[in-house]
């Protein structure tokens, strides 16, 4: 059964560097048929899709975040992880994990069970 | 393109049938999929293609849609149904969800 884990910095202060991983169990990130995204949610409210790697490693990123994010993956540990750089009170949000679909319809399933990240000074 | 969802906010009880409406700015054919999040939790993939109802979703669960208008439907509502949809444009950069519809007692 595929499962994906989220893990990381959990609290940090403005302007430092916030890293997670997300383990992935019964899949390889190496498979050529899916993606591995990460996703985000501040408290009370909607989705925002963050990145994107793919097997190849090649690397998708929200426009709005290109300049600060950087995904990478680890084929040996099957990871994938996320640095987002100078981050404020507005990146404060649960981050989720989830691989995606690269059929005819791209979407996401399943999730990790996501991770609180909160920014405060 | 831009998502909306309606109602924002949905009150309802155990049995009622319930439809969710989401709508694109522009048309989006049949890219679209319908989430479920419960209080605490990942979201769920239920539905994708506006109409492909995902494995393992309960048959109560239904989309239909094409171009700009799409609706989720529950036909009857069970207690675990108590939760947030998202719809979210499928096939898009970058990826697009709706504000989503907090379905609750």
């Known amino acids: 059964q595929l499962q994906l884990q989220e893990s990381g910095s959990g609290l940090l202060k403005p302007s430092q560097t916030l890293s997670l991983t997300c383990a992935v169990s019964?899949?390889?990130?190496?498979?050529?048929?899916?993606?591995w995204n990460w996703i985000r949610q501040p408290p009370g409210k909607g989705l925002e899709w963050l990145g994107y790697i793919f097997h190849t490693g090649n690397t998708f990123y929200n426009p709005s975040l290109k300049s600060r994010l950087t995904i990478s993956g680890d084929r040996s540990k099957n990871l994938f992880s996320l640095k987002l750089t100078s981050v404020t009170a507005a990146d404060t949000a649960v981050y989720y994990c989830?691989?995606?679909?690269?059929?005819?319809?791209?979407?996401?399933?399943?999730w990790g069970q996501g991770t609180l990240v909160t920014v405060s000074s | 393109i831009q998502l909306t969802q309606s109602p924002s906010f949905l009150s309802a009880s155990v049995g009622d049938r319930v439809t969710i409406t989401c709508r694109a700015s522009?048309?989006?054919?049949?890219?679209l999929a319908w989430y479920q999040q419960k209080p605490g939790k990942a979201p769920k993939l239920l539905i994708y293609?506006?109409?492909t109802l995902q494995s393992g979703v309960p048959s109560r669960f239904s989309g239909s849609g094409y171009g700009t208008e799409f609706t989720l439907t529950i036909s009857s509502l069970q207690p675990e149904d108590f939760a947030t949809y998202y719809c979210q444009h499928l096939n898009t950069y970058p990826p697009l969800f709706g504000p989503g519809t907090k379905v609750d007692i």
């Open positions: 522009q048309d989006i054919t049949s890219y």
């Open positions: 019964g899949d390889s990130i190496s498979s050529g048929e899916y993606s």
């Open positions: 989830a691989r995606g679909s690269t059929s005819a319809f791209h979407f996401y399933d399943p």
């Open positions: 293609g506006a109409s």
